[in-house]
């Protein structure tokens, strides 16, 4: 027989990140500085430092005499705006990022939203909608791998893992195939998040706990939840299977103890989720024994 008890929790592997990104952080460059905020090249793999001009950030591709592509990120790094859009997202709730942009004569051929992973070397992007000329075009971009988000061979579960750790994160732009001089503004990047203050829904569970369980925040019947059940057995006798809400991009580990005071030693394994309900059989259950089992959502 087995008592259940529930928990969202993190789970482990966030060791190598040293900051965590800020549920609504704002950059208005209104005030201060543009430290951090830089403008790379990847063609030619070159920083340059951004100028805010009239107070947002100013990124002018110059006239040219022949149809050159140029290409730059505008990216903030660990530096740019006390650290605030670096390091982890994905346990800070971190669920959309908003910005927007100004086209003052052309629009550009192509724009992202980039973020890098220094610990696996990945480049995801987003690739967006094409802006307006001579009017600010707001952006909101959900960090969920199924808005969009492109890597060579990458999965769902390789993006969660680079959201743990981010070393920048950018907006690409290219210009525009026209050989003239344009200019493009780039204004208020926030981002926005999943609030461990809140419940919206009232189901007990805070927004920030239903984005890591992959529950709706907004739907009261949607909340991580453990059952217990028992599965008979041939010989008469009885087995441990849990059943919990779950969703198929997070890895669900279910612990054990006969002891509370003891915590739960016992990893009884790490299951991949399925969409809407996964199930578990404890085989190493002994019938007629007391055991605690807790569900870590990661
Ligand atoms: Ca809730
Ligand atoms: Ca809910």
Known sequence: MGICLLSAVIGGLF???????????????????????????????????MTNPTN?????????????????????????????????????GITNVNFRIYCATRVPDDLRL??????????????LATPEVGTWVSYSVPMFYNAGWRLSGGTSGQFKRDLQGMAWIGIQIQRNSDIQSQTYRIDDFVLN???????????????????????????????FKVEILSTNLPNGRARTMLRWTSAPD???????????????????????GKPDKTQFEDEGSEDGKAYYYKVDVE
């Open 15 to 49: 060791a190598f990140t040293t900051n965590a990104a800020e549920s609504g952080a704002l950059e208005s460059w209104n005030f201060g500085s543009t430290a951090g905020w830089v403008r790379y090249d990847p063609l030619n793999n070159a920083n340059a430092p």
């Open 56 to 92: 947002c950030l100013e990124v002018v591709f110059g006239t040219l005499t022949m149809a050159t592509p140029q290409v730059h990120i505008i990216r903030a790094d660990m530096n740019a705006s006390e650290g605030k859009f670096s390091g982890q997202y994905w346990s800070t």
């Open 114 to 127: 980039y973020f890098y992973n220094a610990t696996s070397s990945n480049w995801w992007y987003c690739p």
């Open 193 to 223: 998040g999943a609030s461990k203050y809140k419940d919206k829904d009232g189901d007990g569970m805070n927004d920030l706990h239903e984005y890591i369980a992959g529950t709706d925040d907004a739907n009261a019947e949607s909340v």
């Open 250 to 272: 997070r890895m669900y580990t279910v612990r054990r103890t006969s002891n509370l005071m003891e915590g739960f030693p016992e990893n009884r394994g790490r299951v991949p």
